[in-house]
């Protein structure tokens, strides 16, 4: 059975569950080609400042003859790599974890290079209910990688627990793991740790508890990770290394680009290209 809805670009499935015959899907929805700097087949790609984020929910009714679905729009924010409590995949659910990009918040391109392909700067809960977000900014020389959720305990309620994400820190060329309660998300990270770059997140349960007013000990394998001074080359995107499109229009507006060349060669990732950032 095919349903049809007016074209646009979708985005990362945050989650989905069927109810009384329906099935939901939330995801973040743009009105146009969110890759802009790879031009199609007739070379058209959109200006980046005309891309709107919607984080929508399509309501499949299949009791219905009709192959229109509804949709409703939960928020509108430019917020993508969506994650839920892990125990709620399938099911209704309430809370949300994303990163998102807020324009209003400073970027220090001097100390940290100009901005090549995707940008995210901040971490968010949103409440599926509501469309009500909070978010914590990670600062004026950062940028942020997908985040993931972990419950406080097996038995928590869901939503209480913790946002963990990598942030690169573009001025010092290094990434930070960060820990941040996810109710309290605009609060000050509880923990930190120095990480190589990453860009795709998962989470294992572990058996211990974190504390903001503790001192957690996380225990990480870094043998094989490749620290800073072994760097040779750093890229200034968040995703894959610059592409020929984007070198372009760095050229034309005279913004030096750090490197076009990853950081680990003959490196492919999940996604099938050779970039810095999969593992």
Not at 68 to 88: G, L, M, S, W
């Amino acid at each position: 059975r095919f349903f049809r809805a007016p074209n646009a670009f979708p985005g990362h499935v945050i989650n989905a569950f069927d109810e009384d015959g329906k099935v939901y899907l939330d995801l973040p929805v743009v009105n146009d080609n969110v890759f802009w700097f790879f031009p199609d087949a007739q070379g058209r790609h959109p200006d980046p400042k005309t891309l709107r984020t919607q984080v929508v929910r399509w309501c499949f009714d299949m009791r219905s003859k009709s192959d229109t679905p509804t949709c409703k729009v939960i928020a509108e924010i430019a917020a993508e790599f969506p994650h839920v409590d892990d125990r709620y995949v399938g099911r209704p659910y309430r809370y949300a974890f994303m990163q998102a990009t807020d324009p209003t918040k400073p970027y220090n391109a001097e100390k940290a290079g100009p901005i090549m392909g995707f940008f995210f700067n901040t971490y968010l809960t949103m409440d599926m209910t509501t469309g009500e977000t909070k978010s914590w900014f990670a600062g004026d020389t950062s940028s942020t990688q997908e985040p993931v959720f972990a419950p406080k305990r097996p038995d928590a309620p869901e939503g209480e627990g913790y946002v963990m994400g990598v942030v690169n820190r573009r001025a010092e060329h290094r990434s930070d793991l960060v820990i941040l309660d996810a109710q309290r998300i605009f609060a000050d990270q509880i923990f930190h740790q120095f990480f190589n770059a990453r860009f795709h997140g998962g989470r294992a349960a572990f058996h211990h508890r974190l504390s903001p007013s503790g001192n957690p000990f996380v225990r990480f394998n870094l043998q094989k990770q490749p620290t800073g001074r072994n760097l040779k080359t750093r890229v200034s995107g968040n995703f894959h290394p610059p592409s020929p499109f984007a070198a372009k229009f760095a050229e034309s507006h005279r913004q030096p680009l750090r490197s076009s060349k990853p950081i680990i060669s003959n490196n492919s990732g999940l996604c099938g290209l050779s970039c810095p950032a999969c593992p």
